[in-house]
């Protein structure tokens, strides 16, 4: 099929690359604009605008489609189908309606739970048992339009936001290339008006650690917010970021070591951390981290 593609970050990545593999014709590429990154504030291009210009692909990154011009540059590339995954911009009524057969957006969630800006984060934080993606007919609403393919996978235990990102994104792949092979014999079923939840952007201020909650509160919160932005606490006054663990057995006073390597008590019941990044340090896993770092029993976190 001729489509275009709009998707900005590296979950968008493969995907474009299963489309371009599978022998769709990517009329054109849609992206984010570049933005200043690093320490010289140097114009930085979305991963998916530099996998496009590797590809030989057309990119347009326009700051917004709400215009006529930018509509009709849309339209001008006659694509029979759009295919949108975590672009970033809101697609007016006029881009929904260019394409022959509209908009199919890439979900990383089980809709309708999970709708909005942050599906992976909030099913981990949620303790859900499975997630996994929906192939969305796209209409004016949040997540809200008709879907035509879902498929599910498991929440590993010890499953971090960083990992299970990148198993739903080869997912999403996969699944976008079998919906268009068979576009015209997939049915369109409407959201159950039930199960709605929003997934509401992460902020910075949910990543506070707080010992005196339970092992399983924090574990999750410690996975979902891996890699960015990072649950934390202190260490003797020195931030100190967790970025994975798993629950352990044992008690003892909230945020304490209560045996090693780096088991720590909680309100209720205890985790064991298994990857540590103390402030101005690369994250290390704990073994690592402790030879640098030694956490005795009696040692609190805070």
């Known amino acids: ?8 970050p590296e979950f968008s990545v493969p995907v474009l690359n299963a489309l371009v593999e599978a022998g769709h014709e990517v009329a054109a590429v849609y992206c984010q604009p570049p933005r200043p990154a690093g320490r ?11 996998r496009a210009l590797e590809l030989g692909l057309e990119v347009r990154h326009p700051v917004s489609l709400k215009t006529e011009e930018a509509q009709q540059e849309f339209a001008s590339f006659t694509p029979d189908v759009a295919v949108v995954v975590a672009y970033g911009l809101i697609l007016p009524q006029a881009i929904l309606d260019t394409p022959s057969y509209g908009c199919l957006n890439i979900h990383a969630s089980l809709l309708p739970r999970w709708r909005g800006a942050a599906p992976i984060h909030r099913a981990i934080m949620a303790g ?5 993606v929906c192939i969305m007919q796209m209409d004016a609403g949040l997540d809200t ?5 879902r ?6 235990a010890e499953e971090t936001t960083a990992e299970l990102h990148d198993r739903l994104s080869a997912l999403g792949a996969e699944t976008i290339v079998n919906a268009l092979e ?7 079923t409407p959201q159950p008006d039930t199960g709605i939840t929003y997934a509401e952007k ?15 509160t924090i574990d999750r919160q410690i996975r979902s917010l891996s890699p960015f932005p990072g649950a934390w606490c202190e260490l003797g006054g020195v931030r100190l970021k967790l970025l994975a663990s798993r629950l352990s057995n044992g008690s003892g006073a909230a945020g304490e070591i209560i045996h090693t390597p780096a088991h720590v008590a909680c309100g209720t019941g205890a985790i064991e951390l298994l990857r540590l990044q103390k402030a101005g340090s690369q994250a290390q896993d704990v073994n690592e981290f402790l030879r640098g770092t030694p956490l005795p029993t009696g040692t609190r976190l805070t």
Request: proline letters at 4%; charged letters at 25%.
């Open 128 to 132: 859900d048992a499975e997630t996994g």
């Open 182 to 188: 068979n576009l015209h014999s997939l049915e369109a």
């Open 145 to 149: 339009g008709a879907v035509l393919l």
């Open 151 to 156: 498929e599910a996978t498991p929440i590993g």
């Open 202 to 216: 992460i902020s910075k201020d949910e990543a506070r650690i707080d010992w005196s909650q339970h092992a399983e």
């Open 1 to 8: 099929m001729r489509l275009v593609f709009m998707g900005s």
């Open 40 to 50: 010289g504030k140097k114009e930085r291009p979305t991963a998916v605008h530099a």
